[in-house]
Every structure is written in C-alpha cells, then in structure tokens.
C-alpha cells in the first residue's frame, strides 16, 4: 500500500507539487481554504487523494504533513490556530514546511513540535512554478539528520537539488539568501534590457550575447524573453517576493549584516507594487526601471 502523507496549501506550487508526489507513489490527504484547485486534484485523482475539512484532519490522517503556505502567519494558523495541525502532532508525526518564511518562525514552530514528542523541518524551495511543475526544485532542508534521511524520497518526488542545510530555521536561512540573489539579479537583467532598448538595440540581442558568457543566469534564461515581451503571468508575484524581502531585511538586522544593494531593490519591488503590479510575476520589476527610465523595452526610444 502506497505510504499516505497530508499537503496543505494548494496554490501555484502546491497544486503541481500534489501532482508529482501522486506520480511518485503517494497517496495524499489534502487540505486548502479554497476549493478549485482541490476539486481540480480530486477530479484527475481517482483514489490517489482525499480531502480534509482542516488542518487538524489531516494530521489525524497521516504521519507526515506537508505545508506549503504564503507567509508567516499564515503557517501559525495552521499550526497553532483551532484545528490546527498541533492538536493532532504527537509522537512519530512530523510536519515539513516547505512555505518561505522568517527563520525565527520555522524554529517556533520546530520547538512547539517538539514539546508534544513530534518534530519538524523547514524546507522552502527554489524553482518557481515551473520547477514545482517539472518536479525539479531546490530544496533547502533545515532540522535533524534523521528526519531529512526519513524524508528523503518525499523530497525526491518534488525536487531535484536537495541539501540538509542545517538545524531548525537554517533552510529558511538559505533560502534568504537565495531570495537576495534572485532578486538582485531580476534588478541587474531590467536595468541591462532597458539601457540597451533605449540605445536601439534589439532586446532579443541582448539576451543572446549575456547568455552566452559570464552574464548568464537562470533568470536571463528563464524570464529574459518574457521581461522583454512583458508577458508577466504570475509564476511567484511581487508580493510574494515584497514579503521575501522583509524577511530578508529583518534577518540582515537580527545579525548585524548590512544588506544595502538589496534594500535598494526591495524599494524598486515596492514601486511596482504601488503602480498596481503586486500580483504581477517578479519579474515585472522591469517596469519600475523602464519608469524611471521614460522608456518601454522593444519600443523606439
């Protein structure tokens, strides 16, 4: 019989990710506020995945939980709020939260876990949605060596690079510095696509020569075009890189690190956030650059 496991948070990650741990060989307990997309998954199933009512259904279910969440609090309803998850985690449970949240919240959580004989860990991922869809995420794991090695194959059935980053709170961690990264180099692709458009270059142009030397990225590949095409579909929203960035800021404080370069960028997401793009995909930070540039990409200068 096919080990069963719970996944709540059915979004633009979760959904794909529920699909590729079927094909994997689970069988899923599920749970989201609200229900398309599970209708969705429950459709195309069969048998393979149930709903549940909450989140404390689900645990009631299974032995390991799957989060996958859009923020912090967000994870602490889940878990802390009625029928939440910690009224069902006891001993032999564990919950995996792969949502991206403030390290300082995955080890709340962790702690919380441990005190009722459960145990956790913070696995956010890199990727996107077409990682999630391709199955092919990132994961940075935070929490003990013994649950990432019980874990494991459920990782496998979602991503592709897998790394025990450390303990509690250390996947989060890495996972903001991935969002530095990531954010910066969005920031460095618009100002390069702009200038050149401005001076009469082919975007399309630029693209292909930055991709082809040390200016490559997985950014210019992946979202290059569709920056200059200003195809904006979300795959992860401005706002939910906007949150990213708070964390990101918030823990640069807790440590003592300056982070100036990307207070910079967090201010030119919050731009495009103000002109009415929160829900656009990250990658319209273009246009806060093509507005203080008085210059569309792929139009006449």
Known sequence: ??????FIGIGIM???????????????????????????????????????????????????VITMLPDSPDVKQVVFGENGLLEAMGPGKLLIDMSTIAPATAIEVHDALVERGASAMDAPVSGGDRGAIAGTLSIMVGGSAADFDNAYGIFEGVGKTIVHCGGPGAGQTVKACNQIVVAINYAAVSEALVLGSKAGVDPAKIIEVLNGGLAASRVLEMRGASMAAHEFEPGFRVNLHRKDLGIINDTGKTYNVPLPV??????????????????????????????????????PA
């Open 1 to 6: 019989m096919a080990e069963r496991i719970g």
């Open 14 to 64: 979760g959904k794909p990710m529920c699909r590729n741990l079927v094909k994997a060989g689970y069988e899923l307990v599920i749970h989201n506020r609200s229900q398309g997309n599970v209708e969705e998954l429950l459709a195309e199933s069969g048998d393979k995945i149930t709903r549940a009512n909450n989140p404390r259904e689900v645990a009631e279910q299974v032995d390991i």
């Open 262 to 299: 990307t207070a910079i960028v967090s201010q030119l997401f919050d731009a495009v956030a103000a002109a009415g793009g929160g829900d656009l995909d990250h990658s319209a930070l273009i246009t806060a650059i093509e507005c203080l540039a008085h210059h569309k990409v792929g139009e």
